[in-house]
């Protein structure tokens, strides 16, 4: 079986953030260089599994998608070699498998989910059953595939180790069929948003690929540092230091990251210096991308066909999977020989 590996993002105002360039865009682009099969999945399904599911796909959606393409693009995913699958566009029936698998796994189970954990804590008046299923329609995103490599932050794991647990059960009943999953993350497992929390939208703590120069210096400035250290010359912390943390997933200059690190811990330099020489590292990235993204996303009609072209490949394969999987399972369509 050849390798093949999935992506996956939520369309959603704003494009694509830094959390989205370490954790889906950078490994998809080394994972191209190996010359595998990349499915990069737009889950607009998933709006469902928020509380205003149904407003977010009416008033987002069109929007969202192509800033999304056109920001992947801009940051070299290569849309002849990777395929841009649009979640809700699939037309090939996956209700026997997500079925067959919500089979194999109990609520108790996919309630220590940390993310189900979390959804569970909320007013359960206002958890939809859509919400609840969110983890077993991200098994079936990969399996739909039968993918062998998941492109994702280390925050993602759960969700692999649940769908290797249902991959050996299903094999276990009907014989190999299924790969087991690798996750594979980006040059650090997770980053951080600017204020050392979660990296998320509603947070309003992400850089986006696409923030205007000053939008970057600004959020840069805001960043959390060492709370302890409250005059440059104390000793300051630099593993858990967001600024720092960043550094060190942006920054080419490896010599510069020990040199002010060490002088940080030594309360020779202070928060501003680090930031500014870190807003420099981000816009010399950010600048080029942002002005591939604003030409990319001009023609729309062009990311339309690049989309259409991937929905046509992820069909392909889906339908490849489906076919032996029913026929596995016994629920292929026989002949009537009546």
Do not use: W
Not at 35 to 41: L, M, V
Not at 50 to 75: Q, R
Not at 175 to 188: R, T
Not at 239 to 267: C, M, Q, W
């Amino acid at each position: 079986m050849s390798i093949v590996g999935v992506t996956g993002i939520r369309p959603s105002p704003g494009g694509l953030h830094l959390g989205h360039y370490i954790g889906n865009i950078s490994p998809v682009i080394s994972g191209t260089d190996q010359n595998q099969d990349i499915y990069f999945i737009l889950g607009d399904l998933h709006l469902l599994s928020g509380t205003d599911g149904l407003f977010s796909i009416k008033n987002e959606l069109n929007s969202s998608v192509f800033d999304m393409m056109a920001d992947a693009i801009a940051c070299g995913v290569d849309p002849n070699r990777i395929a841009f699958c649009l979640q809700s566009q699939l037309s090939t029936n996956l209700m026997p498998m997500f079925l067959l698998l919500g089979s194999l796994v109990t609520f108790p189970r996919i309630q220590r989910l940390p993310a189900v954990k979390a959804l569970l804590s909320n007013d359960l008046s206002k958890i939809s059953l859509s919400a609840l299923n969110f983890p077993l329609v991200e098994v079936v995103d990969l399996l739909a595939f039968r993918a062998n490599i998941a492109y994702a932050n280390i925050d993602n794991k759960p969700f692999i180790e649940l769908t290797n647990e249902l991959v050996r059960r299903f094999n276990r009943h009907f014989g190999y069929f299924f790969p087991e999953l690798c996750l594979v993350n980006g040059i650090i497992p997770l980053l951080v948003g600017i204020d050392g929390n979660k990296m998320s939208k509603t947070k309003g703590n992400c850089i986006f690929i696409c923030d205007d120069t000053l939008t970057v210096k600004k959020k840069v400035m805001k960043m959390f540092t060492d709370p302890s250290r409250i005059r440059a010359d104390i000793s300051g912390n630099t593993d858990t230091n967001p600024v720092f943390i960043y550094h060190r997933a942006f920054n080419p200059n490896k010599p510069e990251i020990n040199d002010i690190e060490v002088l940080y811990r030594s309360g020779k330099i202070g928060d501003v210096a680090v930031k500014e020489k870190l807003f420099v590292v981000l816009e010399s990235i950010i600048s080029p991308i942002r002005e591939r993204a604003r030409y990319i996303r001009s023609n729309e009609s062009e990311l339309k066909d690049i989309l259409h072209t991937g929905i046509s490949k992820s069909e392909r394969q889906i339908q490849a999977t489906m076919s032996s999987f029913l026929e596995i399972t016994g629920f292929s369509q026989r002949e009537n020989k009546g």
